[in-house]
């Protein structure tokens, strides 16, 4: 069974600060991709990562993927208001398939 | 419409009715699937389309659960005598198909079981 963890489930910080989730996985995915999803939403891609080191940037956003593409890391910088939201990984396998992390939920407080 | 389209968005249902959720998903996309998601959990995998194939169905709870795409477009999930464990919010989501192909979700429909 492939698992998905992230960490913390839950932060809580100010506006203007930094913010780290980590996604860890037991086995190796096809790629692994980040989601937002916010109340009442389905989940809305942010990125995809394929190959093992790369690293991607989305405006304040950056995502990492370990070189053993086992692990990823989403890194905010000045966070705001507006990035309050659950945030997911989920690894593909085949076929499309997604296997998704519990999910990190962030509060960015003004 | 542009997006997948989910309905019902609410349902409430009693224990034991049959329950029936529609998703139409994006004109032309391939790859149809179905997630559940319950209250502060990540989404999980029901099942999964190509076409009106059912390719994968491993993640369907029970045989209580049953899904069709009759036509190769839209599809309906049918959960036969709801039971509380049942309430979540069941998330469909469409592609193109074939890996690296963005993958598109609906609203979700938000079942109650009660």
């Known amino acids: 069974t492939q698992l998905l963890e992230q960490s913390p489930q839950f932060l809580s910080i100010q506006e203007g600060e930094n913010l780290t989730v980590y996604c860890n996985s037991s086995?190796?995915?096809?790629?692994l991709q980040w989601y937002r999803q916010e109340p009442g939403e389905g989940p809305v891609l942010l990125v995809t990562?394929?190959?093992?080191?790369e690293v991607k940037k989305l405006k304040r956003l950056t995502f990492q993927f370990g070189d053993a593409r086992k692990d990823s890391s989403l890194h905010i910088t000045a966070a705001q208001p507006g990035d309050t939201g659950l945030y997911l990984c989920?690894?593909?396998?085949?076929?499309?398939?997604?296997?998704f992390g519990g999910g990190t939920r962030v509060l960015v407080k003004p | 419409g542009a997006g997948v389209s989910q309905s019902p968005r609410y349902k409430v249902a009693k224990r034991g009715q049959d329950v029936a959720l529609r998703c139409d998903p994006i004109?032309?996309?391939?790859?149809l699937f179905w997630y559940q998601q319950a209250l502060g959990q990540g989404p999980e995998f029901l099942t999964y389309?190509?076409?009106?194939?059912?390719?994968?169905k491993s993640g369907l709870p029970s045989d209580r659960f049953f899904a069709e795409r009759p036509e190769g477009s839209v599809s309906t999930l049918k959960i036969q005598r709801t039971q509380q464990e049942d309430s979540a919010v069941y998330l469909c989501?469409?592609?193109?198909?074939?890996?690296?192909?963005?993958?598109?979700f609906g609203e979700g429909s938000w079942l109650t079981v009660v």
């Open positions: 989501a469409s592609s193109l198909g074939g890996p690296g192909n963005t993958i598109y």
């Open positions: 086995s190796v995915f096809s790629s």
């Open positions: 990562v394929v190959t093992g080191g």
């Open positions: 989920a690894g593909e396998a085949a076929g499309n398939k997604l296997t």
């Open positions: 004109s032309g996309h391939v790859s």
């Open positions: 389309f190509q076409n009106e194939a059912q390719l994968d």
